[in-house]
């Protein structure tokens, strides 16, 4: 592995060569196109991941010039691939590239996908605000592909999201159409409580019990099943507790059903919202009194 550098640097150097060279316009892009791959190769052994990304973005525009497209957004996504060792911010940068190539000549699926990643890179930055943008584009592509799975999954992303940035009623919006298109689904069917719990935890955030009773008896009319689950009696439950401002109730309800079906991080979170905003209320009527 030890010369692998130094035989990248030797195919870079004669791709490069083989472009200022004489010859077919065509060609020469073409030949310098297999030398600048067979450089990037030797980088990535090398792990020496920026130069070969470097080289993949050369090898990317050689595919330009020889009108290839597809194959040029494959190396920027090549490339990309290469700075997510490194470089989030350029790795991003490659992949929305690769999105916009990958769109000119009608590939909507790879576009789609690469979106989707691109959302997952913003993730891990917590940059929900970006990744939002991302998923949601995902989602409308992998729609135009009938990929419907793979677009309510980015539509997940997109109210989790959301949610956390207190953007509750995008979120619920997302949770019921999708609960509601789930129901003339087989497979998705089984789906569609946990999307109702999301949905009314959403609706419990915004702190309008009206507004919370409200939804819950459209959940009902929507899957006359849902008022027969535990996730049902859980937010009925909840709402409640709200209702009489109790703290005390609202915290044991949700001990109850987290010791028989255990709440993931982000329902706790918006719960925890919830509670807070609970007790700030009962501290204000205590200060009343």
């Not at 298109?181 to 955030?205: D, P, T, W």
């Not at 709402?239 to 044991?252: C, G, L, Q, R, Y």
């Amino acid at each position: 592995m030890a010369d692998q550098f130094a035989k990248g640097i030797e195919f870079e150097k004669k791709a490069e060569k083989k472009i200022n060279g004489w010859g077919l316009s065509s060609s020469k892009y073409e030949d310098a196109a297999d030398l600048y791959q067979r450089a990037g190769n030797c980088f990535k052994l090398d792990k020496s991941w920026d130069k070969a990304g470097s080289v993949y973005i050369k090898l990317a525009g050689c595919h330009v010039k020889s009108d290839s497209k597809h194959e040029a957004a494959s190396a920027y996504v090549d490339a990309a691939n290469c700075y997510k060792k490194t470089s989030r911010k350029q790795a991003i940068a490659w992949l929305d590239k690769a999105v916009s190539m990958f769109l000119d000549i009608g590939r909507f699926h790879m576009a789609a996908r690469y979106c989707k990643e691109i959302g997952e890179l913003f993730e891990v930055e917590q940059n929900f605000e970006q990744a939002i943008v991302y998923f949601e584009r995902s989602a409308e592509l992998f729609e135009s592909e009938e990929a419907t799975s793979l677009a309510n999954q980015c539509k997940f992303k997109v109210a989790q999201f959301s949610a956390q940035l207190a953007q509750y009623p995008k979120a619920i919006k997302i949770y019921e159409e999708v609960a509601r298109l789930s129901l003339n689904v087989n497979l998705l069917k089984y789906g569609v409580k946990g999307h109702l719990l999301n949905a009314g935890i959403c609706q419990l955030c915004k702190g309008d019990v009206v507004a919370t009773t409200n939804a819950l008896e459209r959940y009902q009319d929507l899957d006359p099943n849902f008022s027969r689950t535990r996730e049902y009696k859980f937010l009925a439950d909840l709402a409640s507790a709200v209702d009489e401002e109790d703290v005390a109730k609202f915290t044991e309800v949700i001990k109850e059903f987290d010791s028989m079906t255990p709440l993931d991080a982000w329902k706790t979170t918006l719960l925890l919202r919830v509670k807070e905003s609970l007790k700030a209320k009962e501290l204000e009527e205590d200060d009343l009194t």
